[in-house]
């Protein structure tokens, strides 16, 4: 068989400093391992980034996101100036509605390629992976799976609409209230099923995640394909002023319960002063959508005198940050499941007890369970008893027990996952060139 070519379809990747270009970016690793020949199309980067990863042996094709105009009649495309023109304007909103349910996804934010002016970049392809978290990616890729007739693959880093309402998640699901939202919903629900439905291999990053997608599309055979970590090189380092550190990196969501870690923080700093003295919080490239949850973390930093933040900084620097911690800290998502976040699972492989609060029986919980790799904890009272625990064997120059089981762990390791996944695309490639190979009469 021929070299397999592969399009990898995702809205970052490296070197965008993004939880979205991990996923697609160990794909490509694993794929190019085994000799595929291997194309990215993907977002021109919004702001400078440092440098990470190998990337030298991929085709990536970059491209802005802006209001495409290449496959819009007349008609649509005097809607889209309109809106744009508008904006800011009372006339702004109704038009924004007509744009979403008229016109192609995402109508502000989109690639301006048509799947000719791909296929002059890059050649025609044998399989099209579509990753999240834009559902755009979907439309890009169904269309140039049918241009070229290859072997279509979906893959859910994110849920795209909600027939699981634990999965909802506002940034990413929420279309909107009353009879905009409800046009909205339904519209992108067909879409769903036109672009993702007809997939010759859907994989989703959790259980949750895919039995989500397999109810909207109508799919029967779908494959959970986690995320992962990459083991990192644990370093046995202490705190120069002898602290204790806590460590969480990456983004604050507002599903998570934030006032009640903060009041768990300040119910420690009553109990036992002493050894609250001894604890430093590290928020490494602490960012949210929220503004409420930002000011949340100011307050405590400015009252608390235990928080200490850090920028946004390389993945690797990430990672080194994490193994050089004490502990790290994972907040789940109140009343949401099926969400494995990717610093959540950088943690299993950083080499020390994690910290997660949670009142939610989810993945995450099982995920930390059998891999046995930290604690639960379910409100202030548990988690300000624990750190208490933690700070005191650390004042005597000891740690807690920490002994994850290794063969459990596998589960959530890159190379592991994605070589899963790329058995999968082998095989959809190699049923359909067996099918096309095929006498006539056979078939």
Same mark, same amino acid.
């Given at each position: ?36 020949? @291997? ?11 440092? /440098? ?22 007349? @008609? ?264 494995? /976040? ?102």
């Amino acid at each position: 068989m021929a070299t397999p070519r592969v399009l990898i379809i995702c809205t970052w990747f490296p070197p965008v400093n993004a939880p979205g270009a991990r996923r697609p970016y160990h794909l490509a690793r694993s794929l190019c391992d085994r000799g595929w020949k @291997v194309c990215v199309l993907t977002s021109t980067p919004e702001k400078a980034t440092e /440098p990470y990863g190998k990337s030298d042996d991929l085709h990536i094709l970059r491209t802005p996101r802006t209001a495409a105009t290449h496959d819009l009649n007349a @008609v649509q495309r005097s809607l889209l100036r309109a809106w744009k023109a508008t904006s800011g304007s009372p006339a702004n909103g109704p038009l924004r509605v007509l744009t979403d349910l008229f016109l192609p996804l995402r109508p502000g934010l989109r690639w301006d390629l048509s799947p000719k002016d791909i296929e002059n970049a890059i050649g025609p392809q044998d399989v099209v992976v579509a990753t999240g978290p834009d559902p755009a990616v979907f439309e890009t890729g169904a269309r140039l799976v049918r241009h070229w007739n290859a072997v279509w693959a979906v893959d859910y880093r994110d849920p795209w609409n909600v027939a699981i309402p634990e999965v909802a998640k506002d940034i990413i699901t929420h279309q909107g209230t009353g009879l905009a939202g409800a046009l909205r919903r339904a519209r992108m629900r067909k879409l769903e099923r036109r672009y993702c439905g007809p997939a010759d291999v859907l994989t989703a990053v959790s259980k949750t995640f895919l039995a989500n997608a397999m109810m909207i599309t109508g799919h029967r055979d779908g494959h959970v394909i986690h995320g992962g970590s990459v083991r990192a090189r644990i370093t046995r380092t202490t705190d120069p002023q002898g602290k204790f550190i806590l460590a969480h990196t990456g983004q604050l969501y507002p599903e998570q319960p934030w006032p009640l870690f903060f009041d768990a923080i300040t119910r420690l700093q009553q109990e036992a002063p002493d050894l609250a003295a001894q604890l430093v919080v590290r928020f490494v490239g602490a960012t949210s959508t929220d503004l409420s949850t930002m000011h949340l973390l100011e307050r405590a930093e400015r009252g608390s005198g235990l928080i200490e933040r850090m920028p946004t900084v390389t993945p690797d620097e990430a990672i080194r940050l994490q193994t050089e911690a004490d502990a790290l800290l994972q907040l789940a998502l109140t009343g949401r499941k099926g969400y494995l /976040p990717v610093k959540f699972l950088e943690y299993l492989g950083a080499g020390k007890p994690i910290i997660l609060l949670s009142a939610e029986e989810d993945e995450m919980e099982s995920a930390l369970t059998s891999t046995r790799t930290g604690t639960i904890v379910r409100d202030a009272r548990q988690l300000v008893a624990h750190l208490i625990a933690h700070l005191e064997a650390h004042r005597t120059g000891h740690s807690l027990k920490y002994a994850p089981d290794e063969r459990a762990l596998s589960a959530f390791d890159y190379a592991t996952n994605m070589d899963r996944w790329a058995d999968l695309l082998g095989s959809a490639l190699r049923t359909r060139t067996d099918r096309a190979t095929e006498p006539t009469s056979v078939r």
